[in-house]
């Protein structure tokens, strides 16, 4: 018999962080802050693949990361436009 594995731990979405749209490529890029099993983590990249991720002590430090991780992008990537936070995505609906 087969040990039993653990069930995958859950992210409960705390806060968006940020979303922007890579201009070379027209990618978007999102950051939000999650609360998981081992504490606040915030993860960062395009809706399909994660880039950077980092457990946090407590939200501001969280914050202060999801700001370090658009600067980093930012850096590398050159230009980017800034998008708000609610807009759903382009086909998903939405008010």
């Known amino acids: 018999m087969r040990p039993r594995l653990p069930a995958p731990t859950r992210l409960q979405l705390l806060e968006r962080g940020w979303r922007l749209r890579?201009?070379?490529?027209?990618?978007?890029?999102?950051?939000?802050?999650?609360?998981?099993?081992?504490g606040l983590e915030v993860r960062a990249g395009y809706r399909d693949d994660l880039l950077q991720s980092s457990l946090c002590s407590d939200l501001l430090s969280a914050r202060t990361v999801a700001e370090r991780f658009k600067?980093?992008?930012?850096?590398?990537?050159?230009?980017?436009?800034?998008?708000?936070?609610?807009?759903?995505?382009?086909?998903?609906?939405?008010?």
Do not use: H, S, W, Y
């Open 22 to 38: 890579a201009l070379p490529t027209g990618r978007e890029l999102v950051c939000a802050i999650f609360q998981t099993a081992f």
């Open 71 to 95: 600067r980093t992008l930012i850096d590398d990537l050159g230009g980017v436009e800034d998008l708000p936070l609610n807009e759903t995505e382009p086909g998903k609906g939405g008010a």
